[in-house]
């Protein structure tokens, strides 16, 4: 357990740099350290081979209501600090979980394992194993919607992926869109291919709940950018072509460059401010009988 800082004290910044440039192991070890420092106790799903130990708290505890899932990986790229990716989304998920301690909150908090590709070559990349695990061995039945953090630690631009024009009516993605006004931040919803760039949402989808997706933050030049790349690809060209960087912040993911050097609190913070927001709009909309609603429901400022 760490000691000498209380974990409501910390910024989200310094959960990011305790977590940065650590093995996968003492990434885990230092997790639990943070979520005992919180006075929170996951849940633990484990598998012996591949090792994979994802951790989950359950703010509802036994109510039977439909509930937010958020989650992010705690795992890195060998020989990448991870700080944005994602040691960021942790950090923010953190800092929801101290947030809503003993709030009966309807939210489930998952930290996935695993997400970067176990096995990876030129033709397959094998990853997001520990959500997999995960949605072959939970009842997804009372999981109303999924909101998956990766990338949070750099711009101020929502962008919310991967996201077809078609789906837009979605009442997750409404939700958000209603949550980012109230924020007076604008969101872009963006359409990256599975093939392209993925993350812990995609299982979910899999499994049948549409209602998944990532949130990260960035520029909205680096937005652009990924919108004209996007447009420039192909399956044929990523399976038989060179393959092309992917421009702007995250050109730096998965490589050495990857460090919180580059991150602003103010982002995480945003984050964060996001996140119980949608949880208001939840709350506001759900059929939980309002005089519990009243009684459970969080408080919900923008952080700053």
Known sequence: MDKGVKADSRQLLDYVRGLEGLKRKEREEKLVSFLESGGLKPSVQKLIFPRIRTYILDFAGRHNHKRLLFSAHYDAVSGSPGANDN?????????????LRDSGAPVRAVFFDREEAWLRTRW????????????LNHDLNMIDSVYNLEFCGRGDTLAVWPVQESSRDDPALQRIERTSRGLNVAPRFAYLPWWVISSDHLPFRIRGIRSAASLSLLPPEDIRQLQEFVAGLSLRKALFGARRPI???????????????????????????ILQGLIEDFERSSERPTDERESKRVDIKRTT
């Open 247 to 273: 421009p702007g912040t995250l050109s730096v993911l998965h490589t050495v460059r990857d460090s919180s050097t580059d991150l602003r609190e103010e982002s995480l913070q945003l984050m964060l401010s």
């Open 124 to 135: 397959i990349r094998l990853g997001l194993l520990g959500s997999l695990y995960y949605v």
């Open 87 to 99: 040691a960021s989304g942790v950090a923010v998920l953190l800092g929801l979980c101290l947030k």
